[in-house]
């Protein structure tokens, strides 16, 4: 089943500004990951943040996590074209199962 | 290192056909994952490889679905018959997490699959 729903479901800006991505979730997780998909290609991941943190940061990512409201946001700077992509977040609900992925946002990154 | 590799690529079959989707995982990874996306969503699990055992197939319409991991490697993913409803790029991954811990899923490129 899918668990998370990222927020919005298409986002579209210019070369250079930030792109800020959400994710909700319902049940307890160990985990959450995100995850870019380029048109017609695999699932790359990007970042993984754990239960116990809340905030990382990788490259031009920030990740932020918060547990009370089950909610997390993925924050892009300074877009590039190459960016444009899908991005999933997906949860890792404990005791070895596989992640649970949303239906994505699908950003658009114009020059 | 070699990525997950995946084969065929493109298949398009009319229903009630039969296709055959072989997935190589990173080797070492000891957990192997099939994933369904169809256009428009994100990928939805059909089942769960730990080595060559199954650890969740609870998603896999098993009436024509079917998939095995011979010797802990490469796995197939078998569907027969096929339904238009069953068009969509079916993904597999693989990890090294084999505990409790889901970490890091690679992914092959996807078989996209299209039932005329």
């Known amino acids: 089943s899918q668990q998370g729903e990222e927020d919005p479901q298409a986002l579209s800006i210019q070369e250079g500004e930030n792109a800020t991505m959400n994710c909700s979730y319902k049940?307890?997780?160990?985990?959450l990951q995100w995850y870019r998909q380029n048109s017609g290609r695999g699932l790359v991941h990007l970042i993984l943040i754990r239960s116990n943190e809340r905030e990382k940061h990788s490259g031009r990512l920030r990740v932020t996590l918060d547990t009370s409201k089950k909610s997390s946001s993925l924050l892009i700077t300074a877009s590039r074209a190459a960016d444009t992509a899908s991005y999933f977040c997906a949860t890792d609900p404990n005791s070895g199962y596989a992640l649970n992925f949303g239906k994505g946002t699908s950003l658009l990154v114009t020059p | 290192e070699a990525g997950v590799a995946q084969s065929p690529r493109y298949k398009i079959i009319e229903k009630r056909q039969s296709v055959a989707f072989w997935c190589n995982p990173i080797?070492?990874?000891?957990?192997l994952y099939w994933y369904q996306q169809i256009l428009g969503q994100g990928p939805k699990l059909l089942i769960q490889?730990?080595?060559?055992?199954?650890?969740?197939d609870s998603q896999l319409p098993k009436d024509r679905f079917s998939a095995e991991r011979l010797k802990g490697v490469d796995s197939t993913l078998k569907i027969q018959p096929a339904k238009l409803e069953d068009s969509a790029v079916y993904l597999c991954a693989s990890s090294l997490a084999s505990g409790e811990n889901t970490g890091e899923l690679f992914f092959g490129e996807g078989s996209r699959l299209t039932v005329l």
């Open positions: 049940t307890s997780i160990n985990n």
């Open positions: 490889f730990q080595n060559n055992g199954v650890v969740d």
């Open positions: 080797s070492g990874h000891a957990t």
